[in-house]
Nanobody
Framework: QVQLVESGGGLVQAGGSLRLSCAASGGALSRYRMGWFRQAPGKEREFVAAISWSISTTYYADSVKGRFTISRDNAKNTVYLQMNSLKPEDTAVYYC????????????????????WGQGTQVTVSS
């Protein structure tokens, strides 16, 4: 069974950058759409970004478009989220997730479109 492990979170000042990684073990990611979500205290988990299994298509929430970049290295079985120009409102626990089936093309922004989740990594942006 595949396991996802996020890393790279931390404390950063507003305007700074972080790069999150999501490494998989026990299964390949190459045939699956991958997504990043985040959850702030007292709020629901929300979509941040997703990348298709073919790497040709990326999707972003409006709140992070132009600041965050999702990428993947299938050879390393790893997905990344480069976060630039961070804002205090980006503070949350960030989760990576694997789609609920290979070659899936739908529901990229819904948590229901993913069935494997990492444990999350905390990102805190100070003002």
């Amino acid at each position: 069974q595949v396991q996802l492990v996020e890393s790279g979170g931390g404390l950063v000042q507003a305007g700074g950058s972080l790069r999150l990684s999501c490494a998989a073990s026990g299964g390949a990611l190459s045939r699956y759409r991958m997504g990043w979500f985040r959850q702030a205290p007292g709020k629901e988990r929300e979509f941040v970004a997703a990348i298709s299994w073919s790497i040709s298509t990326t999707y972003y929430a409006d709140s992070v478009k132009g600041r965050f970049t999702i990428s993947r290295d299938n050879a390393k079985n790893t997905v990344y989220l480069q976060m630039n120009s961070l804002k205090p409102e980006d503070t949350a626990v960030y989760y990576c997730a694997r789609a609920d089936g290979p070659y899936s093309s739908g529901a990229y922004s819904s948590t229901g479109g993913y069935n494997t989740w990492g444990q999350g990594t905390q990102v805190t942006v100070s003002s």
